[in-house]
């Protein structure tokens, strides 16, 4: 991206206006005092530019696993234009044009759901799971079951009930007292089995005893207090972490078993992130009554967040419609924006098009393997995991003992990867004794000669960091 002067200047005086009033998210600002945050100015296809012409590599889609279609996308822009001309907003209890279309496509891609919310954020679609659950409790079951559980390093937003559910402990601490009746079950992470006392076992097995836990925990509760149960299909703040083989037969038994309404949170996963399918839930047997997404559903050109339901669920409020109380009493204002269905609806006519989920699936395996490759150079990398082009490197001091490295030398890597010219990311990493795990999650157009940038300048920054 070239600049001329005016641009510079310009762009300085947005640096200034930026140190001056902007608080941005997840961030200590003491060493801003001292230097410039980073701007991105602009963004094509894969890459970004930012206010001083730098250009990156983006290997972490806009950060937070967002920009799944690629920057720059005319067709999108174009389209949420033109019905920005025909209408903007409306509230959400009269319908609209792309709202009804894109509910409509969406539905096509989840075989047994059949229901829409639109919301805005990944923490507020789950807000309003949790807020249905509580309230089938009360109308079905006379106020009991109104617990939700959640797993052990799975995160499901920012908002204090989101947090409540909140398993990645480094976002929670400071932030209590959490809401009552959210309770946690244990992880399910292969890499870290000896801390659920399952060393013993492997694959299958272990995936089995795992999901075992959580039954441990429904009987110590009382299968008729819990309404839900809330889980990430590849968790992903929290590690990246696939569940083994054995895991979610077992889950789906449980919640069978139990009556408990299974949610599952698609706000990383979901519109194609993990390759083949539109959802993580897919490439196992899952029948979930919730799903909820966000991120990728218009990869970051409009806020529009989506909670789906199964038409059961949906007919649980249809009971006693002469009781005022009795349908699902909630707005989300913007819900109404149809900037969002539109710009969806565009985002996954690309994904078609384009055969994205096919090269998310092809690009994913070549950048896994070419990380498995990695790991047999640097001792430093403990174990490589994800699914599609979700995938994590977990970084430790000591393979045996499985020690964390310090978040610091973490940092590091980012550091130096974004020096290089590539940006990654890495989470979980601010509470002591919690490992660090890289993580590797670019748009689904990538290619083979981008892939081979991204290692190369990996394999660099884990020799200057780390010899
Ligand atoms: N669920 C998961 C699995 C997430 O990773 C996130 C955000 N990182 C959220 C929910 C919350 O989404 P949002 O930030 O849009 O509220």
Not at 95 to 109: F, M, N, Q, R
Request: hydrophobic share 40%.
């Amino acid at each position: 991206m070239m600049q001329d002067m005016s641009t510079r200047n310009d762009l300085n005086h947005v640096v200034e206006a930026d140190k001056a009033h902007i608080w941005h998210h997840l961030l200590q600002h003491k060493p801003l005092e001292t230097s410039d945050p980073r701007i991105i100015v602009e963004g094509k296809g894969m890459r970004v530019w930012d206010q001083n012409g730098k250009e990156f590599l983006d290997a972490v889609s806009g950060g937070v696993w967002t920009v799944n279609v690629g920057y720059g996308r005319e067709s999108i822009a174009k389209a949420v234009y033109d019905q920005m001309m025909k209408i903007c907003y409306f509230a959400n209890s009269a319908g609209s044009v792309p709202g009804a279309l894109y509910a409509e496509k969406l539905i096509s891609k989840m075989p047994g759901m059949s229901r829409v919310y639109y919301t805005n954020s990944g923490s507020e679609a789950n807000e309003k799971v949790f807020k249905m659950v509580r309230q089938i409790a009360h109308k079905k079951y006379g106020g009991k079951k109104t617990k939700i559980l959640y797993r052990d390093r799975d995160y499901h937003g920012s908002t204090l009930a989101a947090l409540s559910a909140g398993g990645q402990d480094e976002r929670n601490v400071q932030y209590g007292p959490f809401a009552p009746d959210f309770v946690r079950v244990p992880h399910c992470m292969e890499y870290r089995k000896h801390e659920l006392g399952l060393d013993h076992l492997s694959g299958a097995e272990f995936g089995r005893a795992a999901a075992d836990l959580i039954e441990e925990v429904i009987l110590r509760e009382g299968p008729d207090t819990v309404g839900a149960l809330c889980l990430e299909p590849v968790t992903a703040g929290g590690g990246v972490i696939e569940p083994p083989a054995g895991y979610w037969p077992r889950v789906q038994e449980i919640c069978a078993k139990y009556d408990i309404l299974l949610h599952i949170d698609e706000v990383v996963c979901g519109i194609g992130r993990t390759g083949t399918h539109w959802f993580g839930y897919q490439h196992y047997d899952i029948k979930p009554d919730f799903v909820t997404m966000a991120k990728g559903v218009a990869s970051g050109y409009a806020a529009i967040a989506c909670t789906v339901t199964s038409e059961r669920v949906f007919e649980m409020f249809k009971d006693n419609a002469d009781d005022p109380l009795n349908y699902f009493r909630d707005i989300s204002t913007f819900g109404g924006c149809t900037a969002g269905p539109t710009a969806a609806l565009e985002n996954m006519r690309i994904i078609e098009d384009e055969n994205l989920l096919e090269n998310c699936a092809e690009m994913g395996e070549k950048l896994k393997s070419a990380l498995q490759g990695l790991a047999e150079k640097h001792p430093v990398i403990g174990d490589v995991r994800g699914k599609g082009l979700f995938l994590g490197a977990e970084l430790v001091s000591d393979r045996t003992a499985k020690t964390p490295v310090s978040e610091k030398q973490a940092q590091q890597v980012v550091a130096e990867m974004a020096a290089q010219g590539v940006l990654i990311g890495v989470t979980n990493r601010s509470v002591p004794g919690k490992n660090n795990t890289l993580c590797l999650s670019p748009a689904l157009i990538i290619t083979e000669e981008e892939i081979d940038i991204i290692i190369s300048t990996l394999d660099a920054a884990l020799t200057k960091v780390f010899s």
